[in-house]
């Protein structure tokens, strides 16, 4: 029953949304989805005319309600350039939780969410132990770019994918928590899941820059994934769950932000905690929105708060690099400056723009596992424009976005490194 309560309240939610859409089509120009496709329907103007009938559309036709509302980036581009302000990303959200709720969670997303993910330390666990035999499954490709792909039959399919690290962030620096130095701030750090087991030199370069300008760090190794892989399947139970655990660590630390190097992982906790929290007890409600008014993208808080400024004489700049605005970054957090501030830190850079660099790289997290081929097709158009630059480093401030780009770059043989915009200004200290 509290389920059935639940669901109805959700699409009460949603009918209070949805009316604010006024079919205008301008989410059609910016949609990268549609861009590839050319289907109406899966453009957000699309979806919402499919969730305003969603009750009976779910007797009626409950697969094609799920193809059209998990054929979604979740880039956030049709709230972008939305004239009436529609928030179109929390109304999929909270679409896709109705949809879960009705037909269920599948079983191999049960295993992984609920069996693992909601259980930080087995998750971290089950990272290390596939980190010591990856080798046996895995494939190098490309040296430069650290690309991978599976020796068997993998349900990655052709995905070329980086390595887990041999040791994790967490396993090589562990829990930290040093008082603030000559900035006078403290701040606590959320990695994030791919920062963790996938690009600790990130998470290194930003422990490395905070601490050359004094900022006390507050690191806990028990965080919880941020829950967006959960809530995107529509899997609320473990999103609230995993809130829980990271609000528990979290809430009650006296620090003056909370600063993570993961571009989506900043606007799950400043943007969608929020949004999804709004029937949790008052208590808890009011710290979900205290840590999210405190939550800063890494090149924000240095540039922002820190106040960084390039040196008023370029280097030689013998380096070339471009950069790719990931949609977290940019449509959702407004952060666009900021990293290129910070690479222009380091004078052996020469930075470059590409075309289309606030472009989807057609990621979305779970949809490039789902929608591969799609995601691919997406994938080389951003690739194409990286090549274009001519570049020997591409920046990038979301380690999926990283992972997405390695892929693409992967496939067509380029040789051309990854790397986030923090750990090109810490080579410079």
């Known amino acids: 029953m509290a389920q059935v309560a639940g669901l109805i309240k959700l699409l009460g939610e949603l009918e209070e949304q949805l009316v604010t859409c006024m079919r205008c089509g301008l989410c059609q120009g910016v949609c990268p989805v549609y861009a590839e496709t050319g289907r109406e329907t899966l453009v957000a103007r699309g ?35 939305c004239p009436t302000g529609v928030k179109s990303q929390d109304i999929f959200l909270k679409a896709r939780a109705i949809l879960t709720g009705y037909l269920g969670l599948g079983p191999v997303k049960r295993v992984i969410f609920r069996g693992a993910l909601a259980r930080p330390r087995l998750f971290k666990s089950l990272l290390r132990l596939a980190a010591a035999f990856q080798g046996v499954l895995t494939a190098p490709v490309n040296d430069i770019l650290g690309s991978s792909c599976a020796r068997f039959l993998s349900p990655l399919g052709d995905r070329h994918f980086p390595r887990l690290a041999d040791k994790s962030l967490l396993r090589q620096v562990g829990a930290m928590d040093t008082a603030a130095g000559s900035s006078g701030l403290k701040v606590a750090l959320f990695p994030g899941c791919m920062v963790d087991a996938v690009f600790p030199d990130v998470g290194l370069a930003a422990l490395k820059v905070l601490t050359h300008h004094g900022v006390g760090v507050y690191l806990a190794d028990t965080l919880a994934c941020c829950g967006i892989p959960a809530l995107s399947s529509g899997d609320r139970p473990t999103f609230d769950h995993l809130v829980a655990i990271n609000l528990g660590i979290l809430g009650e630390q006296d620090v003056d932000a909370l600063i993570t190097p993961c571009a989506t992982c900043t606007a799950v906790i400043k943007k969608i905690w929020p949004a999804m929290t709004a029937d949790y007890p008052a208590r808890k409600k009011a710290q ?107 920046a990038a401030g979301c380690p999926a976005c990283m992972l997405q780009i390695m892929d693409a770059l992967s496939h067509q043989g380029d040789r051309i490194r990854i790397k986030h915009p923090v750990e090109i200004y810490a080579e410079s200290l």
């Open 47 to 81: 979806k919402i005319a499919l969730l305003e009938g969603l009750a009976q559309e779910l007797i009626r036709d409950p697969e094609t309600v799920r193809e059209r509302l998990t054929t979604c980036l979740l880039c956030g581009a049709c709230e972008a350039n």
């Open 288 to 394: 979900v929105a205290a840590l999210a008014a405190k939550t800063m993208d890494i090149n924000a808080f240095l540039v922002d708060r820190l106040g960084l400024t390039p040196p008023p004489t370029p280097g030689d700049g013998t380096i070339k690099v471009t950069i790719h605005d990931p949609c977290h970054l940019k449509k959702t957090l407004g952060v666009a400056a900021q990293p290129r501030t910070l690479i222009r830190m380091n004078p052996k850079y020469a930075l470059t723009e590409m075309a289309e660099s606030d472009a989807c790289c057609g990621c979305g997290g779970s949809f490039a596992l789902e929608h591969y081929d799609l995601s691919a097709k997406i994938g080389r158009r951003k690739r194409d424009n990286i090549a274009a630059s001519g570049a020997e480093v591409v």
